[in-house]
């Protein structure tokens, strides 16, 4: 079964430094998607690609964080410089434009800010 | 502003009972209502998704039941097992739009 493949799976960092996380979308998926869970919590969008193009980031913190999807395949989420509130689950998922709107998340890269 | 309010926050059932979550929504340009189950360390997995256009839909142990007019949706778990305890999170979509807003989850847990 494809599967969205993240990395790393934990990270710890400390406040002010900067960090990133991966993503590799199932292939042939054209919209991915990064969404941050703080524990306890539900899954808040953070920012959608379309192959390469960004659709929303309205929610992204964009002094701190920045999202690329360079050649519409993986992507990179980077926070610099971290803080203490950031820390939570970073989950990506992608989907095909098949209409059965469908996600497919990956398991999570856990950052903990020290 | 918290557009998918989700109820209870945990949930003790007995191995063999009903599971009951319960959603509510706002937003009337939702039109898609899906169900994920999340198990620690994991990420969110679709478990069961409705569509407004039908007031229920059911796969296997599963089903959600929809009231369009009260704008409430819930999961149904029937003879709930322990490889049921996870979390639970509704979800709704716009037309058009992928961008799922999720409820804040139910802890379940099934007891022997």
Redesign the interface.
Known sequence: EAE?AQSPRYKITEKSQAVAFWCDPISGHA?L?WYRQIL??????LV?FQDESVV?DSQLPKDRFSAERLKGVDSTLKIQPAELGDSAMY?C?S?SLTGN????????T?LTVV | QQQVKQSPQSLIVQKGGISIINCAYENTAFDYFPWYQQFPGKGPALLIAIRPDVSEKKEGRFTISFNKSAKQFSLHIMDSQPGDSATYFCAASPFGNEKLTFGTGTRLTIIP
């Open positions: 969205v919209t998607y306890g919590q539900g899954p808040e969008l959608q929303d989950l998922a989907s709107y469908g996600y497919t998340f990956g398991s999570g856990r």
